[in-house]
């Protein structure tokens, strides 16, 4: 009993956050900025703040994470950390030699109230930005938002720093994936590919935290949206952002810099919010569907059909992230679930009242808490015990003690492999969902038949 | 090979030209991908094992979120450190300061879950609005009459190092404090032990069987209670130089507690670690129970040890680790499985460390002090590496390169200190020097063509 210090009795805490369900915005804005090519994040803070987001992506994606730091010292705090970030700034074109360096802050800088531009400004008058390289930066104090906020904010960074309208437009469609995984980022590639549409991912982290082993190290993989891309997006016919809050800020950013007309959805996760994706694109792009996605959609109803019994209001506990949830929610709807905790840990009004809409008819007495922790959740679950918990790798300390089946799903996931290789997105996504599922609830019913009751067929 | 220039004074190879100075003990270079971490690092590693204490951190949630249950520390009773408690210090908590909501914190912890002490890390941020963080320590401490301890660990206020002195100078605020009856005049406190899978446990009960008392472990296992009545031991025993040798000097100073300096990896240095502690108590039965249990705990590794030396032997491996002292060890114990170690660096050496490797490696070896994945890749290349050991960072850059890795940091999984460690250590490296998958990366294909691995061979 890891958590036998969880009491079921709750009490409303003002002050105290137990067992988070969110980390802060620089790590976002990190795991953003490894989405272009050529690209080296530079965390303008101390050493540690570095060091530990490196340490959890690369936990998660089991991959090299480079990203350099400015190395704040107890001088930095009180004069500013302009000297540490030019002489990173020269240094970092000198050895490593990327084509951007992509600058977020931390609540260090953030409070000691560094200007990144001017210091960019700068760095530029001194000659340390050799020609046709970048440094581009986003804000993303701690204390503000959350990991998500700190994605989304990069990913606005790149469309203030390099989105162009050169009023030649491209038959071409912006997609804005969020923060999902490389193999949901390929999966949207391929996807578009199938409905005939060339598109401009960004980021896209792709070949760059999933690569082939090789036998060579190579600081800047392959993969990520290149300079020009990010360049051409100004001049696409229409963006599609998935998930309001990781893709909305670039997407509304796009438009109003470059008029490109956006469309904000929900993460094509699950059925209905897929079919809203394929058929935003298609519109956007004046094609039409073609037989082999339609076949796929086919082959994930029919899973859908062929074990419904099994899904039969299934009760569900959820953490996670904003976007990812609200997608969630809705699949599981859809399966005849009933998703009755959900948590996440990024703060925000509007989640709670999508949740509630979203399951109004289903589950109208839903408990549900933007800026909650897995404390909470685990006290939730305590009171009313479900029949699945979907969530992060800490969720598994939650899933022991009350012993109740666990599909591993978001950010970190630091147990398993395949969030990483198999998409969670789409129609071949959901039935890795529903696959995965499954297992667990069927695992869990063999485990607790009896040698009488045990089942072969299911 | 590339390197910044201003790193040329970090990096050393043994033999070649010209006096050897490691300037070493600062700070990273700016834009470095410096494998390094903070001082809230360094204080979080070392308090967090005890077991029975709350550990709030202060300030925005990363800190907390980041630290939370990533070094498997092990404990026989209580898990209150393998929980995540943070003040999630929101914009205006950062404009007003945040002395309240601290408080209010720590008076639910507390109240919920009547630990028997609290520590109270502040982090960067907390440096700059200034709070009060003693004061309120100090108050709550009053009011549920239990140790709250503030742990100066702004992470820009130093390096790793600085956060260990932090640590110790909260723990040592918990020493002298309870009664010290029943303590043998043969005890000790072991120092620098943090029980990452179950490794207190084994060298407690060495300890044990020699007829020493351990009195507190810091940090493995740890209770407050026993920390209390710490400074009744007869000697510290100091493992991990790097962070508790701090504290073994306030001891030394307050209460004229001897320490020894020992480490618990590989045969060698286990052995002497247990021998020094008998010499100290000079005391003949003690140290004929010693010689008994060395000799037992060799002869039950000692055959298969062998065998894995056969296979291990004239096969190259690089350190790069957090503390000087492991790498030591480490260079050591790779020597007696027949390794031969071609680099060697860490992230907090200081100038006598390094200059102590230098007389432990053969020549050519690079001696490098907080190195990036750049140089690192380049030197594994180069030394044609085939093994690393290092930390989570460095773990997927020896699989992307096709090396063999040993985690010798937070993620190792079964223990590696003692005598059993050893055999568990030489095991671990033999499946990975000799892992089949490396015969499926190209790149190394041409070393270990002679081992008959083309097709139809």
């Known amino acids: ?379 939730w679950i305590k009171n009313e015990p479900v029949d699945l918990i979907i969530g992060n790798t800490y969720c598994k300390y939650i899933a022991k003690d009350e012993d109740i089946p666990f599909v591993r799903f978001g950010f970190p996931i630091e147990d398993r492999i395949g969030h990483s290789i198999f998409p969670t997105v789409g129609y071949q996504g959901g039935m890795r969902l529903l696959e995965k599922i499954l297992d667990v609830f069927m695992d869990r019913q063999d485990r607790d038949a009896t040698d009488t009751t045990i089942e072969l067929q299911m | 090979m590339a390197v910044l220039e201003q790193r040329q004074k970090q990096i050393f190879t043994t033999g070649s030209a010209g006096p050897f100075e490691m300037e070493c003990s600062k700070p990273s270079l700016a834009g470095s991908v410096s494998q390094r971490a903070c001082v809230f690092c360094g204080s979080r590693v070392v308090l967090y094992p005890i077991a029975d204490a709350v550990h709030l951190v202060h300030g925005p949630i990363g800190c907390a979120a980041y630290t939370w249950d990533i070094r498997g520390a092990l404990s026989s009773g209580p898990e209150l450190h393998r929980l995540s408690f943070s003040t999630d210090l929101q914009e205006l908590d950062v404009i007003s300061g945040a002395e309240k909501k601290l408080y209010a914190a720590l008076v639910e912890l507390i109240d919920r879950y009547q630990p028997k002490a609290a520590f109270v890390y502040s982090t960067c941020i907390i440096g700059i609005i200034g709070d009060d963080v003693e004061a309120v320590c100090k108050k709550v401490s009053l009011e549920k009459g239990i140790p709250v301890l503030p ?42 032990e943090f029980n990452v899978a179950g490794e207190s446990w084994i060298i407690r009960s060495y300890y044990e069987k020699m007829g020493v008392q351990v009195v507190s472990c810091l940090t493995g296992d740890a209770r407050i209670e026993e920390i209390q009545r710490s400074h009744g031991a007869a000697l510290n025993v100091v493992q991990c130089s790097g962070s508790m040798v701090y504290l073994a000097k306030m001891f030394e100073e307050h209460y004229g507690t001897p320490y020894l300096r020992v480490a618990y990896f590989g045969i060698e240095d286990v052995s002497e670690a247990l021998y020094s502690v008998a010499r100290f108590f000079k005391e003949p039965e003690l140290m004929k129970r010693t010689q008994k249990l060395v000799r037992e705990e060799i002869e039950a590794i000692y055959p298969k040890l062998q065998e894995y030396k056969k296979k291990l032997t004239g096969k190259k491996a690089a350190v790069y680790v957090g503390g000087a002292f492991k790498a030591f060890a480490l260079v050591r114990a790779l020597r007696l499985i027949g390794m031969k170690v071609v680099m060697v660096g860490s992230q907090t050496g200081n100038k006598d460390d390094y200059k102590q490797l230098q007389s432990m490696c053969d020549e050519g070896t690079v001696i490098v002090d907080d190195t990036n994945p750049l140089e690192l890749s380049e030197f594994l290349k180069d030394k044609e590496v085939d093994l690393l050991i290092g930390g989570v960072k460095e773990r997927p850059l020896a699989y992307k390169m096709g090396i063999g890795f040993c985690d010798h940091n937070h993620e190792r999984k079964i223990p590696l200190a003692g005598f059993s460690g050893m055999l568990n250590f030489a095991e671990e490296i033999y499946s990975s020097v000799h892992s089949p998958v490396w015969k499926l990366v190209s790149r190394r294909r041409s070393l270990t063509e002679n081992e008959g691995i083309e097709a139809g061979a």
Not at chain 1, 38 to 64: D, F, I, M, V, W
């Open chain 1, 1 to 379: 009993m890891l958590l036998r210090h969880t009491p079921k009795e709750i009490k409303e805490r003002e002050a105290l956050t137990v067992n988070p369900a969110k980390t802060c915005q620089p790590i976002g804005a990190m795991y953003a900025a490894l989405g272009i090519h050529n690209c080296l994040p530079q965390s303008h803070g101390s050493q540690g703040c570095c060091a530990y987001h490196r340490s959890t992506l690369t936990r998660h994606y089991k991959e090299p994470v480079m990203a350099a730091t400015s190395s704040f010292t107890e001088g930095s705090s009180v004069f500013g950390g302009q000297a540490n970030l030019l002489e990173a700034i020269g240094n970092i074109f000198t050895i490593y030699k990327p084509d951007v360096i992509a600058v977020h802050t931390t609540c260090l800088s953030e409070t000691i109230g560094d200007d990144i531009p001017q210091i960019v400004a700068k760095a530029k008058e001194e000659g340390k930005i050799p020609d046709g390289k970048y440094v581009i930066h986003c804000n993303t104090p701690s204390y503000v938002g959350s990991h998500v906020t700190g994605f989304a904010n990069m990913t606005r960074g790149m469309v203030n720093y390099f989105s162009e309208k050169t009023g030649v437009g491209k038959n071409q469609i912006n997609v804005i994936p969020g923060w999902v995984e490389p193999a949901d980022m390929r999966e949207i590639k391929r996807l578009a590919k199938e409905l005939g549409i060339k598109i401009v991912l960004f980021p896209d982290t792709s070949d760059v935290l999933d690569t082939p082993q090789t036998g060579k190290y190579r600081m800047f993989p392959k993969g990520g949206v290149t300079i020009p891309e990010l360049k051409s997006t100004g001049d696409s016919k229409a963006t599609v952002a998935l998930g309001a809050l990781a893709s909305g800020p670039a997407a509304e950013a796009l438009d109003s810099k470059c008029k490109v007309k956006c469309h904000i959805l929900d993460l094509p996760i699950g059925l209905q919010a897929t079919d809203n994706f394929i058929n935003t694109l298609r519109i956007a792009a004046g094609v039409n569907v073609p037989d082999s996605i339609t076949e796929e959609r086919g082959r994930m109803v029919d899973i859908i059909t062929d074990m419904q019994q099994y899904f039969y209001h299934k009760k569900v506990a959820l953490v996670g992230d904003p976007d990812q949830l609200i997608s969630l929610t809705q699949f599981l709807t859809e399966l005849d679930m009933k998703p009755i905790s959900i948590v996440t840990g990024t703060s925000g009004k509007a989640f709670e009242a999508r949740i509630r809409k979203i399951l109004k008819d289903t589950v109208p007495d839903v408990n549900v808490r933007a800026g909650g922790d897995m404390f909470l959740l685990h006290q």
């Open chain 2, 151 to 192: 742990v100066d660990s702004e992470g820009f206020k130093g390096t790793k190092k600085d956060g260990y002195r932090a640590a110790c100078g909260a723990l040592f605020k918990l020493t002298g404090q309870k009664a010290l009856e029943n303590i043998s005049k043969y005890s000790i406190n072991i120092m620098g």
